[in-house]
């Protein structure tokens, strides 16, 4: 007896293989996908499936990309891999400049890691570093945002959305941080003193245990994908400098291009002390991240005690990521990117609208290459991800959030296949 090999795969994985916050009981359907070209995701019995989600905001060039492919089939001539302490090569080098010239001036030193939650680490860490080499031990702790999401490592997480982050679950392991809520005053309205009052008075009471404040610019990501006024982040730049706390922007989610800026923080005009980078970075080649800071920063606490920052990753500044990260941020500032958001913003737009009339859709927003349509009931999962397949996209909600992020070279005409797919299975959220 036979059996076929797709089915084969599907039953190893249901028996061996852990996916993204998932149960290890078989009882969430996976799609085998045999390769991805452009913006379609190839399946193992043929279907193609256009992509909706960008890999979790990677692949903004789509996938298969000639210019990618051949960016690291040349470095990978060259070398894949050398260990990052005490040598140093070309890949890494550019990069570095390269990321020092998209982001705001006084971002000068880059610390490569390998992961988003890793970069947030870093950031935490050299934060406490700071404060200790100015002989501020004392601040150890961090401020956040109620909503935010920085990754799932202990550091990151704790500085989560208490809730969504699980902080009762982990009470025993997870620092303790502040938090206020996350701002009300919407993209595009300035903020009111209200907006801004709490975080000043946190910071009144305990700037002396706080190292940094640390906030997704401008759009919350996968703590609810909300997006807020961007003149909140001048607010919080004048409580950082007035309380003596650094701020650090997590851009590793709206980083190159997605809002519709290079970065979320070029809506305010606010330079953050240090950014983490990340997801695009390597438009979905390889898994890298950095973390930006201004020369102050890495200059005290070069200078201070112990005078080294105490962190170092093995695949530190990969080759074949960097020469990925070259690639694709080439890629980006060559295209005509900004046009091709602002198109994706206006049909996204048109296309969500629709949403709006239905009784349990409680928000439809979109900025730049992002589409949310929030739901007042988190949805059946079981159901609506069939439903999207079905409609030939992939689109993967959570809780209540169905919301699309596509590749930045994806055509009219599939966008509007998107759209109307969520439309679609939207439309059928009410009818249960
Ligand atoms: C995805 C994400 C992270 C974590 O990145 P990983 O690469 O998954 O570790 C951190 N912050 C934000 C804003 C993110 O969207």
């Not at 060259?78 to 302490?85: E, L, R």
Request: glycine content about 10%; aromatic content about 8%.
């Amino acid at each position: 007896m036979t059996v076929d090999p797709i089915s084969q795969l599907l039953a190893l994985d249901r028996a061996h293989v852990w996916h993204p916050y998932s149960a290890m009981n078989g009882e969430q359907p996976v799609y085998p996908v045999v390769s991805a070209e452009g913006v379609r995701l190839k399946l193992a019995d043929g279907r193609e499936l256009i992509d909706g989600m960008s890999s979790w905001w990677c692949a903004i060039h789509g996938y298969n990309h000639p210019v990618m492919n051949a960016a690291l089939i040349s470095q990978l001539d060259a070398m894949a891999h050398v260990m990052f302490g005490g040598l140093t090569h070309p890949p890494a080098v550019k990069l570095a400049k390269r990321l020092v010239e998209l982001t705001p001036a006084p971002l000068q030193s880059v610390f490569f890691s390998d992961s988003g939650s890793v970069a947030v680490e870093v950031a935490m860490k050299m934060a406490i570093q700071y404060w200790h080499a100015r002989g501020r031990s004392g601040k150890q702790h961090f401020l956040a945002l109620r909503g935010g999401y920085h990754g799932d490592t202990f550091g990151a997480m704790s500085v989560c959305d208490p809730v969504t982050g699980m902080h009762g679950l982990f009470s025993e392991v997870l620092a303790q941080q502040f938090f206020v809520d996350s701002p009300s005053c919407r993209f595009g309205d300035p903020c009111e003193h209200n907006d801004i009052a709490p975080l000043s008075e946190q910071l009144d009471t305990h700037a002396g245990q706080i190292a940094a404040i640390i906030l997704e610019p401008v759009v919350q990501g996968a703590g609810g994908m909300r997006f807020y006024s961007a003149d909140y982040l001048r607010h919080v730049r004048e409580l950082c400098d007035r309380f003596d706390v650094l701020l650090i922007f997590d851009e590793i989610a709206t980083g190159f291009g997605r809002t519709g800026k290079l970065f979320a923080c070029e809506h305010a005009g606010v330079t953050p002390d240090m950014m983490c980078v990340g997801k695009a970075l390597t438009g979905g080649y390889l898994s890298l991240a950095a973390t930006l800071t201004t020369v102050q920063v890495s200059e005290t606490l070069s200078g201070g005690d112990p005078g080294l920052f105490m962190h170092g990753p093995t695949f530190m500044a990969n080759p074949l990521a960097c020469a990925a990260g070259l690639a694709s941020i080439d890629l980006l500032v060559t295209s005509p990117w900004q046009e091709r958001i602002t198109g994706i913003e206006q049909t996204l737009r048109a296309g969500l609208e629709p949403c709006r009339e239905f009784a349990w859709v409680k928000d439809v927003r979109v900025l730049g290459a992002i589409g949310v349509v929030e739901l007042a009931a988190p949805v059946d999962m079981q159901v609506v991800q069939p439903q999207f397949v079905e409609a030939g996209v992939w689109v993967r909600p959570f809780g209540k959030l169905v919301y699309l992020m596509p590749p930045y070279i994806i055509g009219q005409s599939d966008l509007q296949q998107l759209t109307a797919a969520v439309v679609e299975v939207v439309s059928a959220c009410g009818q249960s």
